[in-house]
């Protein structure tokens, strides 16, 4: 029987993160690091990655990681969704990682990457537009010379994986002939950029369909897990909702004490608690490799992002005027929300492929 509590060790880990974040993250800070040109904090990374050994938990111990699982890795992000911080965790930590070790490790110079990675020494990034679903075909580049726009943290990376027909490239973003320049994104915390290549070079890691396996591969663990941020992301929108409405008064009583406002809190909890079973399952079939996993992951996906959503647009309205500012978070939380929705394919496409692993009739 599939066990979904958290471990001690998960818990463990949520206590260091979150610790870490209330230290180092304030809603001041963010709100003028993801208006800058520079939103992520590399000292904030360094402890993350190095000093709690965040960026290493999906390499093996050999290759200098913490051998962990994806359960481990899931309990970071929803920490990460909790704070919504800019950090390249999903893309590096997460689906940069899962498509090395979907190579040969054996290889010189995966091997040597994966180190790098895992040590937090550097950020590597699958260069496929955000919205890439795990099952959906890829366009791919005929060699080192094109176009890849909407790739999520290409800004913060030192070395872009990039699937071609030739093969799985590892690239580093400051050889001749690559250019990233950053887009206007919707989600100000984790920024979208451009990759253009002009007859670049790099290093050819694998063949053609070794390559697409593992893309494949690290695609569908980035869903599975980011069902976990979006959990962290209604989470925080919800207690924080019901804090607000517990201390804000009007006709001399706190707001939370209405009967309407109960029921639909009431009802996002509700939603909460689903979306909490959905991506701990998610999570856990990556770890145990279960042969259900991309059921698991489309169930995931198909319900978290929408309850991320709902989150965050009843956080906006049930903090009335404030929650409407600049100055609160809640848009930040509204636009990642909003973001995560249609990341690594839309709740849409994720019933899509639901259907067709039950034998169902599409949905409309």
């Not at 010189?108 to 937090?120: H, K």
């Not at 701990?280 to 169930?299: C, F, H, I, M, Q």
Request: with cysteine; aromatic share 4%.
């Amino acid at each position: 029987m599939t066990d979904l509590l958290y471990s001690e060790t998960e818990d463990d880990l949520r206590s260091a993160v979150r610790s870490l974040l209330a230290d180092r993250v304030d809603t001041p800070g963010l709100l003028v690091a993801v208006e800058s040109d520079t939103p992520y904090d590399p000292q904030l990374w360094a402890s993350l990655a190095a000093d709690i050994g965040a960026a290493g938990l999906l390499v093996p111990e050999k290759l200098g990681g913490q051998g962990a699982s994806h359960r481990e890795a899931a309990v970071v992000l929803e920490e990460l969704g909790r704070s919504v911080v800019p950090a390249p965790y999903l893309t590096g930590a997460v689906m940069a990682t899962e498509v090395l070790l979907g190579l040969d490790t054996g290889s010189a110079p995966v091997a040597e990457l994966l180190t790098r990675l895992a040590s937090g020494e550097g950020v590597a990034v699958l260069t496929l537009p955000l919205t890439a679903a795990p099952g959906a075909a890829q366009t791919l580049l005929p060699g080192l010379t094109g176009a890849v726009t909407g790739v999520a943290d290409a800004i913060a990376a030192q070395v872009l994986l990039v699937p071609t027909q030739e093969g799985l490239y590892a690239v580093d973003t400051q050889a001749p002939g690559v250019t990233v320049e950053p887009l206007v994104a919707l989600d100000l915390t984790r920024p979208l950029a451009a990759v253009t290549f002009d007859r670049a070079r790099g290093n050819l890691l694998a063949d053609p369909d070794t390559s697409l396996a593992a893309v494949r591969r690290g695609l569908l663990a980035g869903a599975g897990l980011l069902a976990s941020e979006q959990l962290g992301l209604a989470e925080w929108c919800l207690e924080e909702t019901v804090r607000y409405t517990r201390e804000r008064h009007q006709f001399n009583r706190a707001v939370g004490g209405f009967q309407a406002l109960k029921h639909r809190m009431a009802q996002l909890w509700l939603e909460v608690v689903s979306a909490r079973a959905a991506a701990r399952n998610a999570a856990d079939a990556l770890a145990t490799g279960s042969p259900e996993t991309e059921l698991a992951v489309a169930v995931a996906q198909a319900y978290c992002g929408r309850v991320a959503v709902h989150a965050a647009e009843e956080c906006v309205q049930l903090h009335g005027g404030i929650g409407m500012t600049w100055e609160h978070p809640a848009h930040l939380y509204l636009k990642r929300a909003k973001s995560d929705a249609v990341a690594l394919g839309s709740p849409g496409a994720h019933r899509t492929e639901l259907a067709s692993l039950v034998d169902l009739p599409a949905p409309r």
